[in-house]
């Protein structure tokens, strides 16, 4: 074998052990498995050998398209999957990925960029793209995030809005229910929605929301109508029931009970008072504005007008004009009104004020009522007067209707007979007329059959007329065409022959008649007598033959 094949045979195996060497070095020492659910963290040590790069210090490392500047960790993680990197210029490290789960929020805390300025601790835009370090304004709902945590801090929070009640400022994933508003106050400005710091005009409709609790709090408050309803408290026996007083009317247990209040006489009233009064959506943010939440509206607005605007109405009427009467009712309006106006000014709504009952003392109630009492008596007596004048009327009455019924009835029957009287006469007319009219149509019929047969008998004589000199005129056109009468008569007779009928031309020259004569007997009997039955006997001419 010469030497310049053994030197390319050398080379061949040289080159083959290198690739397998490569290919082990690469399986063995270069190869990292990253599971699914993690992501690669690599370092750049530099190129050690060739040049001294300089170092990424609080930062990421920059790279452009095909080389590494700076030593340090790469923003860009790889995911799940085999890759190659060599100890020698690459740290390694496998880190499992950021999981948020259901009922959950990620916040994220970038730790490379500028200062934030004065006032400001939330930080704009998302991973990967920040300028500032610090949290960011936006949270991660339930997914799982790639996030370099050389850069980056990323915490999972548990869902933070209580699960038992809606009272208190809620944040994270907030579930704002039908039927209720969320009232946002901010923490801090957003410059990207101009958002300033404060309780905010615009409410939250029903739905889910994701809440950075460092930027924003939701106060839920339940919007529409809500029922208040101040009682007095009433005397009652061991069993809780009513202890009523000799006019059927509940006693009142203590003075400082219910809603009191003096009237203008001087005597001490109590009344049940209901007011039906409401937060709208848009007057959601004021009320937490100014009030806090719907019990402080209720103990700090609603109850105090009530017992306010009852005491300063009720002032101005006597007990007796309070019982009954449009004086009563008249109070009713004027506590409605004034309660009304009153909610309005505080940006809240009023559906209803409405006095339930009123408790008048004893001795105000029974000398009203008895008084009331004698007067409804005496009304009863009056009213079963009149209810028997009223009867005797009604009876009257009845006897008119009666007596107009038969009235009516008779009358009815007398027009029924005339009526039927008038139709059955027409109705005779009506047939006398039909039979003349048919007896004229019968006669007009009758003439005109007539004139039609006479005009059907001159027509038909009138045609065998015509006829007959159309024949006459066609017999003299006729015998006018042959020229005289004897030559048509041979028209005639030839036009009379049958059809089968053959004519047989002899000639005969002169003294030769007779002879030809011969011949034209012998073929007319041939033709006329088959053969088989002609006669024996010969004639004269065929015994000659």
Not at 225 to 240: H, M, P, V
Not at 361 to 369: F, G, L, T
Not at 407 to 428: F, G, M, N, Q, Y
Request: glycine share 8%; charged share 25%.
């Amino acid at each position: 074998m010469s030497r310049s094949r053994i030197n390319a045979t050398r080379c061949l195996i040289g080159l083959g052990i290198l690739v397998v060497g490569y290919g082990l070095f690469e399986w063995t020492v270069n190869r990292i498995e990253v599971p699914v659910g993690s992501s690669l963290l690599l370092r750049y040590k530099g190129p050690l050998l060739f040049g001294w790069p300089r170092r990424a210090v609080g930062r990421f490392a920059v790279r452009d398209q095909s080389r590494l500047l700076e030593v340090g960790i790469l923003e860009h993680m790889p995911g799940p999957g085999r890759h190659f990197y060599c100890p020698v210029w690459w740290e390694t490290k496998i880190v499992p990925d950021n999981e948020v789960g259901p009922r959950e929020i990620g916040f994220v805390t970038s730790k490379f960029g500028e200062t934030l300025p004065a006032g400001q601790y939330l930080v704009d835009g998302e991973i990967g793209d920040v300028k500032h370090a610090g949290v960011l304004r936006k949270v991660y709902g339930p997914g799982r995030y790639r996030v370099n945590p050389y850069g980056y801090d990323f915490q999972v929070v548990r869902q933070l809005q209580s699960e038992k009640t809606l009272h208190g400022k809620h944040h994270g994933w907030v579930e704002i229910p039908t039927g209720y508003a969320g009232v946002v106050t901010n923490l801090t400005d957003n410059k990207s929605t101009g958002a300033v710091v404060g309780i905010q005009e615009k409410v939250l409709q029903p739905g889910i929301y994701l809440i950075n609790p460092r930027e924003q709090q939701i106060d839920i408050i339940l919007v529409g109508y809500y029922e208040k309803s101040l009682s007095t408290n009433l005397r009652t026996d061991d069993k809780g029931r009513l202890i009523l007083d000799d006019s059927g009317e509940p006693q009142v247990a203590s003075d400082d009970s219910g809603t009191a209040f003096p009237s203008s006489d001087g005597f001490n009233m109590h009344i049940d008072f209901t007011a039906i009064w409401g937060v709208m959506p848009n007057q959601a943010a004021n009320a937490i504005k100014n009030f806090g939440n719907l019990e402080a509206i209720e103990s700090k607005i609603v109850i105090p007008q009530i017992e306010s605007i009852v005491r300063n109405q009720g002032s101005h009427y006597g007990a007796p004009q309070l019982m009954s009467g449009d004086s009563r009712e008249d109070f009713q309006k004027q506590i409605s009104s004034a309660f009304t106006t009153a909610l309005k000014e505080k940006n809240l709504s009023l559906l209803s004020g409405l006095v339930r009952y009123i408790y008048v003392p004893n001795k105000v109630r029974i000398p009203i009522q008895r008084a009331n009492l004698a007067n409804e008596l005496k009304l009863t007596s009056e009213q079963k007067e009149l209810t028997a004048k009223t009867e005797g009327t009604l009876r009257e009455a009845e006897k008119n209707v009666d007596l107009a019924a038969a009235t009516v009835r008779v009358e009815t029957e007398r027009k029924l007979a005339k009526l039927t009287a008038d139709a059955r006469k027409r109705a005779a007319e009506t047939a006398a007329e039909t039979q003349k009219r048919l007896a004229e149509v019968d006669r007009k019929t009758a003439e005109l059959d007539r004139q039609a047969t006479t005009a059907l008998g001159e027509a038909t004589a009138e045609a065998q007329k015509l006829m007959e000199q159309a024949k006459s005129g066609k017999f003299k056109l006729a015998v006018a065409a042959f020229g005289n009468a004897a030559a048509y008569s041979q028209w005639s007779f030839a036009n009379g022959l049958p059809e089968n009928v053959k004519l047989q031309m002899l000639y005969a020259g002169p003294g030769t008649f007779w002879t030809d004569l011969k011949g034209f007997t012998e073929t007319m009997l041939s033709r006329q007598i088959p053969s088989g039955d002609a006669p024996q006997s010969k004639t004269p001419l065929a015994q000659e033959k």
